[in-house]
Structures are given as C-alpha cells and as structure tokens.
C-alpha cells in the first residue's frame, strides 16, 4: 500500500491540476505555509475571497475531514519549507557535504522549469499575448520589487522591436501615465512572492479600465488570474536558499523573438535604427561611433 503524500505535496499538485477555487486556496497556503497555524476557515476564505464552505470542501478534496485536521498534518511537513530562509540556510547547512547531490537536484528541477517555459510558448494564451504586444499601439511593463529588473529588460527589449512600450514610473504613485490616459493600451507585470500590494492593486484597476492585462509571476500567485487576461507561472524552486526568477528572463525572451517575427519587417527596421542611434550616442567597444544627421 502507498504511503499517503504529504501535505506539501497535496498542495503542490492541486495548486497545478484543481479547480480554479481550489488552485486558488492551494496557492495561498503553499505561499503562507508558516502562517497557516494561526489561520482559520473564515480567515482564509476572507483572504482567498472565497467561501468557508469552499476552504472545507477543498481540505477534504485533499483528504483530510477539514482545516483543522489538515494543521494537525502541518506538523509533518513543517520542516518542508523551502522558502523560509532560516530553514533553507539550516537545511543547507546540515547538507555541506552534499553538494554534489544538491547541485544535481537542482539541475534536474532547472530543467524541467524550462522545459515548462518552452511548453507555455505553444499554448493559445501565449499567442493572443503575443498578438498583442506586437499590435497594440501602447504597451505599458510594470514591476516591483526586485523583479522591476526583470520588467526594465522585457521593456527595453521590446523597444528595440517596435515604438509606444513604456516601462511604468513607480515614483509617481498613481499610475496615471496608463490608468488616466484615454487610448488603447495593454500591461504586462512582472511579479513574485512575496508580492508587492502595489502590483494586486495596479492589475485590478487596469482590468476594471478594460485594459488587457499579462502577468508574469511564480507558480503560488493566487490572485492573478482574477485579473489577467494571461498568466504565465515558471517554476523559481531549485533547491537553493533563495526563490530563483531566471525562468521569467528565459520566458520574456522567448516572448520577444515571437513579438520580433509577429511585427514582421517594421521590426527588423525598427531594430536597426535604435541601434543606429545607439551607436551614436553611446557606442560599443571597439566601433566608432555613429554620427548623428545634422
């Protein structure tokens, strides 16, 4: 006979393959696993913007009789966290002579991630997003945190390929340059636990604004969906101390190549002349630079 999964695991798979309340629920716990001792069925549901009957029906689609039964199984899969740091730095700690083993660990976990970045590249939802980027006439990037880095990459990429993209002013506060302006537009974010408030908030207001909205994120966002017109969720999990985003720079390249051949010849002109003018204002070791008509 099996031994039955552990929690970590139960939660994992149904935050993958359940139903769009249950992914939502399994999320939010696999994201909070530390804080879901002192959470009851109205707390969560309140959170997860469900009803408590949902977080009961959810424990025991998992198979425990309800939330209380499932903490109680919490106690097993207590030191299963790896996204807590102090357990993370003691787990490795404890596995100094392993590293071989780890190294290994994580490759196999890196390549299956990118193979899931390569599989959500041929999905309809991959795309109508592409369409868009390469179609709208104002393409808008925000992030947060420290993937702004990684939203200031996409955008600077996708400049390069066609004119109207704009990475967000955070300093401003309002978001005003897209939620205030009239025209049609489009918004891609950039994303990761923990998440930034601002970035809930900015998706809500966009979608309520008609304004198409993509999110680039992990796989335990539990309030995207609610708001975008596509979510993408690459893996950021490979046995090391901190939650690794390099999927999300593989993800956003693939979508620039696909947005390079979507615009088609303009592109290749656009990209031509933003180096031009590159190379005269900054230039690259080694090349003269471009003189700029006078």
């Not at 798979?13 to 999320?27: F, L, P, Q, V």
């Not at 689609?61 to 499932?70: H, S």
Request: glycine share 8%.
């Amino acid at each position: 006979m099996n031994a039955p999964l552990p929690l970590h695991a139960r939660l994992t798979d149904a935050a993958e393959t359940g139903s769009r309340s249950n992914r939502a629920i399994a999320r939010f716990m696999l994201a909070r696993l530390k804080d879901l001792p002192f959470e009851t069925a109205a707390t969560l549901a309140e959170k997860v913007q469900v009803s408590e009957a949902s977080i009961g029906r959810f424990c025991r689609t998992l198979g425990y009789a309800n939330l209380k039964d499932l903490k109680e199984h919490l106690k097993d899969d207590i030191g299963d966290q790896p996204w807590l740091i102090k357990d993370r730095l003691d787990a490795l700690r404890a596995t100094s002579g392993q590293r071989e083993e780890r190294l290994s660990q994580g490759l196999e976990a890196e390549i299956a991630g990118l193979v899931g970045v390569y599989e959500m590249a041929r999905t309809p939802d991959w795309q109508r997003a592409v369409q868009r980027f390469a179609r709208s006439p104002r393409v808008f990037v925000a992030g947060f945190q420290t993937e702004r880095g990684l939203a200031l990459y996409f955008a600077s990429q996708m400049q390069y390929v066609r004119p109207g993209v704009q990475l967000i002013d955070l300093t401003g506060g309002n978001f005003a340059e897209i939620l205030a302006e009239p025209g049609e537009s489009c918004l891609a974010i950039f994303e990761a636990r923990r998440y930034s408030r601002q970035a809930l908030v900015l998706a809500r207001e966009a979608r309520a604004r008609g304004i198409a909205v993509t999110i680039f994120t992990d796989q335990f966002c539990s309030w995207g969906e609610d708001f975008a017109s596509e979510q993408f969720m690459v893996a950021t999990q490979f046995n090391q101390f901190w939650d690794s985003t390099a999927h999300l720079a593989v993800l956003s390249n693939l979508m620039i190549n696909d947005i390079f051949l979507a615009r088609g010849e303009g592109a290749e002109a656009r990209l031509n002349e933003v180096a031009r003018l590159y190379g005269a204002f900054t230039g690259h070791v080694g090349n003269p630079l471009t003189p700029v008509a006078e």
